[in-house]
Antibody, heavy 121, light 107 residues
Framework: QVQVEESGGGVVQPGKSLRLSCAASGFIFSVYGMHWVRQAPGKGLEWVAGTGYDASDKGYADSVKGRFTISRDNSKKTVSLQMNSLRVEDTAVYYC??????????????WGQGTTVTVSS | DIQLTQSPSFLSAAVGDRVTITCRASQGISNYLAWYQQNSGKPPKLLIYATSTLESGVPSRFSGSGSGTEFTLTISSLQPEDFATYYCQHLKSYPRNFGPGTKVDIK
């Protein structure tokens, strides 16, 4: 079935790096934009980064610009989030989500279960 | 950047009540607005996209309307499984910001 699954979360010290991955299955990955959304403990949803279907169009939240990089590998059906210079305030559950525009659903129509990132000394 | 506000931030309602949540954008976003439902500890679930189009499988008691800068999500008759937090999101441009959320609680 159509699904995405995140991996790579963990506990990391401030200033360190972490790389999250999202594996897609059940759909033609190469025609869909993909995004990362995070949710800090007890807080709302925060869009983090997104990439178009061919990686030519990327965007970042101001809070992560210059520190996080989104990339995708259409041959492996994966999207990644390289997180550098991590801060305590980056602690959150990170969700991978599909942009359903290619299916006519101009919204995030498929979500993973999330992976937890904790930044702490 | 386009910012979204939601009102109310919290509402208490009973089963069977009609509930309306408002989302306002800081600038016009045409109909590029979606609504999500999130239960505690779960990922968000898409309810409505393009302002008023119901995602497949979503009950018809949910509806959306609006255009430009003001949008609404209406639940015509609140059911026990509807007690959750609701978020709007614009899809007009980067960053694809979410609203701060509206928690719907049991009266």
């Amino acid at each position: 079935q159509v699904q995405v699954e995140e991996s790579g979360g963990g506990v990391v010290q401030p200033g360190k790096s972490l790389r999250l991955s999202c594996a897609a299955s059940g759909f033609i990955f190469s025609v869909y934009g993909m995004h990362w959304v995070r949710q800090a403990p007890g807080k709302g949803l925060e869009w983090v980064a997104g990439t178009g279907y061919d990686a030519s169009d990327k965007g970042y939240a101001d809070s992560v610009k210059g520190r996080f990089t989104i990339s995708r590998d259409n041959s492996k059906k994966t999207v990644s989030l390289q997180m550098n210079s991590l801060r305590v305030e980056d602690t959150a559950v990170y969700y991978c989500a599909r942009d359903g525009a290619a299916a006519g659903n101009d919204a995030f129509d498929v979500w993973g279960q999330g992976t937890t990132v904790t930044v702490s000394s | 950047d386009i910012q979204l506000t939601q009102s109310p931030s919290f509402l208490s309602a009973a089963v069977g009540d009609r509930v309306t949540i408002t989302c306002r954008a800081s600038q016009g976003i045409s109909n590029y607005l979606a609504w999500y439902q999130q239960n505690s500890g779960k990922p968000p679930k898409l309810l409505i996209y393009a302002t008023s189009t119901l995602e497949s499988g979503v009950p018809s008691r949910f509806s959306g309307s609006g255009s430009g800068t003001e949008f609404t999500l209406t639940i015509s008759s609140l059911q026990p499984e509807d007690f959750a937090t609701y978020y709007c999101q614009h899809l007009k441009s980067y960053p694809r910001n979410f609203g701060p959320g509206t928690k719907v609680d049991i009266k």
